[in-house]
């Protein structure tokens, strides 16, 4: 029986199916535990998670932080529930007692279907632990290429339901779609051709043209470049048929 439901999706959430929203009285603590619910049931030493959490302690005062650490966990998540568990080696957290957005989000990638993207796309509220701060290098080592793997995943679901809506004829629903994509990847210039062929089929000549001023502006700002090749010749062919 799920006991916790971790979102680290859009950072860190946690909600008791009774008690509802938990909050975790450090910031130690909430790293600690997001680096052990992005893989429930995995046991990890006790000395990796200190040289993530504790990098520049002694071995003393790092395995005394982890310790209080742990206890401040079980303490805000009640003892009785037997989520965080340990041994004088390793810490983990049982995978039947917590339900992770992570994996919740990969398997309805891997599905596939209209059903299961649309989920996978609701689910994904933003980066891998977004709103985490002050990180150690060793904790940014785990976390930054785990954030952008996902973004991947992500980058490929909405693609994915982007076309199947526009197959489908959903338009409105597309350009939903196509503009959540745009939050993950905003400088995408396949997805710019795409809207603007959208809107361009729609007779929506002042969309298109606006969604190319928007890529150009972005791209001479962050950049100093202008957009690609099909980029240009879509905005010259919007301007021409007006």
Known sequence: MTALEIALLG????????RGNVDLASQKGALLLAFLAYAPGKKHRREVVQDLLWPGSDQQHAQGNLRFALHQIRRTLGADENILLSDSRSVWLDPDRVAVDVDRFEALAQEGTLEALTAACELYAG???SD???LSPEYENWLL???ERLREVARSVFWQLFSLRLWRGEITEAKHCAQRYLEIDPYCERMYAALMRLHMSQGERALAAGRYGQLRAQLARDFQIRPGTEIEQLGRAVSQSG
Not at 11 to 18: A, D, I, S, T, Y
């Open 132 to 134: 985490a701060a002050d």
């Open 145 to 147: 290429p785990e954030r």
């Open 127 to 129: 980066d891998l632990l």
């Open 11 to 18: 950072g860190l959430r946690l909600r008791h199916p009774e």
